[in-house]
């Protein structure tokens, strides 16, 4: 079974600049959570679905961070506009059914804002 | 909120040393997870164990629920085994939120 597929490995904006980050989960999985991780932070959580409802959209980032999921095997991350702070790794996980299974991570996007 | 705190912060070793990682948090947690993270890798989830212990390779991971702790043992480490150990929890039914620990970087020298 394919993992968890984060497209594009690395991206770079310009300030004020529109990007779109996607995942697709692996594949039956219901859970898909989308986090955050820097140096200083750690891992912060952005928002987290459940059967394409979305459960927590991760407070402090509503305002420029928007978390969709149109289908089961498909979510993007759209951060407008960007900030030189958002400069992270962006990391997709997804679960089966259940506060018991286990998290599967994609392998992330590195965002380097200028 | 959740809190959930791993110690130590770093640990340096020679290789053929023992590891014991520890991670406390603040909630019930109906979950909890021990993953990997390689530099500049992703995170691979190690082990799931919410309570008791657990053995998979030269990892023992031992939860006491009750007490809201966890540790993570490495038995006779290697220089691959150097990376960061974050220890995550998760709560409720229905919809859940996980939260991670800062992690443990682990630095395994030959």
């Known amino acids: 079974d394919a993992g968890v597929t984060q497209t594009p490995r690395h991206e770079v904006a310009e300030k004020g600049q529109t990007i779109i980050l996607k995942c697709e989960p692996v594949?039956?999985?219901?859970?898909l959570f989308w986090y955050r991780q820097t140096k200083i932070q750690g891992l912060e959580l952005l928002s987290y679905?459940?059967?394409?409802?979305?459960?927590?959209d991760g407070g402090a980032f509503k305002d420029r961070f928007k978390a969709e999921m149109l289908n089961s095997s498909f979510s993007t991350l759209k951060i407008q506009p960007t900030e030189p702070k958002d400069s992270a790794v962006y990391l997709c996980?997804?679960?089966?059914?259940?506060?018991?299974?286990?998290?599967?991570f994609g392998a992330g996007t590195r965002l380097s804002v200028l | 909120g959740q809190q959930v705190q791993q110690s130590p912060a770093s640990l340096v070793l020679q290789e053929g040393e023992n590891a014991e990682l520890q991670c406390n948090f603040s909630s019930t947690a109906t979950q909890l997870q021990w993953f990997y993270q390689s530099p500049g890798g992703s995170l691979v989830s190690l082990l799931s164990?919410?309570?008791g212990t657990k053995h998979t390779g030269r990892l023992t991971s031992t939860t006491v629920t009750k007490e809201r702790r966890s540790s993570l043992h490495i038995s006779s480490s290697q220089t691959t085994d150097s990376g960061t150990y974050l220890c995550a929890i998760a709560t409720g039914t229905g919809g859940y939120k996980v939260v991670f620990g800062s992690g443990t970087r682990l630095l395994v020298s030959p």
């Open positions: 594949s039956g999985h219901n859970d």
């Open positions: 164990n919410p309570s």
């Open positions: 996980a997804s679960s089966s059914l259940g506060v018991q299974n286990t998290l599967y």
């Open positions: 679905f459940r059967s394409k409802s979305l459960m927590e």
